[in-house]
């Protein structure tokens, strides 16, 4: 019996009495018979996809659906840029389909959307630029690994190790994903040898120079510093707190969500979970905020942003942009 070979299809732009130009993907699907039938379905418009190439890549996801996936070596002609789209779809669908983080889940292998923008963004501005075209059996060891060594940003600064760690997982788990779709049978990730050791030792602080440091910043970013400090929170679950988190009474700050792009989701993780402990100097610092900001009812966000009359927590961008506009003062 002939192998089925995989199928492309094809992709044409069509007009429309009543809107904009629309591109539509076209294949053959086998019937019971053996014979074989036209198909087609509008993938998106000219406003969604301005290129063929932006509609060739939507395209690539109804590629895998119309294909086999079952049968081994069907899929040889499938791209690295058509396994992330398959795999964003699975593996990232907050992400892909724009949806807001789900609160809560029965599935165990789904992703925090803090986690799924993470790897979006690597995919994105690493991966895709470089791999898209190969097909999954012309990426090669050796080749990912002297990629890997040469990784720089724009301004010629080399990635640190760490990142390029995480590229390499990444890449690897777009592979894990095609061998459980059996769509090859092999991962070249596992034989990339790529270290995540620091470059340098990190600078710690002392207590001189957090005091200093504290003093330099204003309100309210002094008690986010101070209480990210502490308490060692991620950025979205600082920004992701409310007044009614935190329990004066108790000395404690229940961390219920966080916030990422100013989407809200669940702690990253179970442990992230657990009441922080606040001692008298934190505690004091709260209450003086929270007697200064006009956002201190129970449902407000503890740094809410002005700009955005307290509807939404501070962006860290933001903040990072108003801390390094102010003047510079020495530390110690």
Not at 22 to 30: A, D, K, S
Not at 218 to 227: D, G, Q, S
Not at 309 to 322: A, D, E, K, L
Request: hydrophobic share 35%; glycine share 4%; net charge positive.
């Amino acid at each position: 019996m002939r192998r089925a070979r995989y199928q492309r299809g094809s992709l044409r732009l069509r007009g429309r009495s009543d809107g904009p130009k629309v591109w539509e993907y076209r294949w053959r699907e086998i019937q019971t018979d053996g014979t074989r039938k036209r198909r087609a379905v509008i993938v998106g418009s000219v406003e969604e996809y301005p290129t063929e190439s932006d509609a060739q890549a939507a395209a690539d996801r109804l590629r895998l659906n119309i294909n086999d996936p079952t049968r081994r070596g069907a899929n040889k002609d499938l791209t690295v840029e058509a396994l992330v789209n398959h795999y964003s779809e699975h593996e990232l669908p907050d992400i892909f389909h724009k949806n807001d983080p789900v609160q809560a889940s029965d599935d165990e292998q789904r992703k925090t959307y803090s986690t799924q923008h993470t790897y979006d963004g690597y995919l994105r501005k690493w991966i895709l630029p470089r791999w898209r075209s190969y097909k999954l059996s012309e990426v090669k060891a050796v080749e990912v690994e002297q990629w890997l060594k040469r990784l720089c940003f724009e301004n010629g600064d080399s990635l640190a190790k760490g990142s390029k760690a995480k590229i390499r997982n990444i890449m690897s788990a777009l592979y894990s994903h095609a061998i459980r779709w059996e769509w090859t049978t092999s991962n070249p990730l596992t034989s990339v040898r790529q270290s995540a050791k620091r470059q340098k030792i990190p600078e710690i602080l002392t207590v001189d120079e957090l005091v200093s440091l504290l003093d330099a910043i204003p309100e309210p970013f002094r008690t986010a510093v101070f209480l990210d400090g502490a308490s060692g929170l991620r950025v979205g679950e600082l920004l992701g707190l409310k007044w009614e988190d935190v329990d004066f009474e108790c000395n404690l700050i229940h961390i219920k969500r966080s916030i990422v792009k100013q989407r809200i989701g669940p702690p990253k993780t179970e442990a992230s979970q657990k009441p922080i402990p606040l001692n008298a100097e934190l505690a004091k610092a709260l209450r003086l905020w929270k007697m200064k900001t006009i956002y201190n009812r129970p449902d407000d966000w503890v740094y809410a942003s002005p700009k955005m009359n307290g509807t939404q927590p501070y962006w860290p961008n933001s903040i990072f942009r108003v801390l390094s506009n102010r003047p510079q003062r020495r530390l110690g």
